[in-house]
């Protein structure tokens, strides 16, 4: 089983999206994420959005990168700039790309819908493709 961590800075929308979506989708692969200043919630429509789309799981939770950077992760992906700017150094070396998505925290909820449906389309090839190269 390969592992992802998806990165972004409050791990609260794109990054629990991201997670969620590829391990309902993507096969072989378990996704985790973390933000480089998590806010320590999910926001609600993420949450909806997930729900929505039958793939929500309580245990989803915001977690700030002192979770998981201990973990052996064969890939990570930076899903906003900042996190792409401050992504940390990890204790053993990884690969990591970037692949930006436009923050939905604070718009209306057809952005979560948008957004969802824009790391489904475009994220999850990205990182399978990644995964088998």
């Known amino acids: ?12 929308c794109r990054s629990i999206i991201a997670e969620a979506l590829v391990n309902a989708h993507c096969e072989g692969i378990e996704a985790f994420s973390a933000g ?3 806010s ?10 997930l729900e929505e789309e039958g793939i929500w799981k309580e245990t989803y939770h915001s977690k700030t990168l002192d979770e998981v950077i ?11 700039d900042h996190a792409n700017e401050t992504c940390p150094i990890f204790p053993r070396p990884v690969r990591k790309i970037h692949v930006g998505f436009s923050d939905p ?29």
């Open 1 to 12: 089983m390969k592992k992802v961590l998806i990165l972004c800075t409050g791990n609260s």
């Open 36 to 38: 480089v200043r998590a």
């Open 40 to 49: 320590g919630k999910v926001n609600a429509y993420a949450k909806k959005v």
């Open 70 to 80: 201990d973990m052996e992760f064969d890939l990570v992906v930076t899903v906003c």
């Open 105 to 133: 925290d604070g718009k209306d909820y057809g952005a979560f819908i948008l957004t969802c449906k824009a790391i489904h389309s475009e994220l999850l090839p990205i990182i399978e493709r990644e995964l088998k190269a």
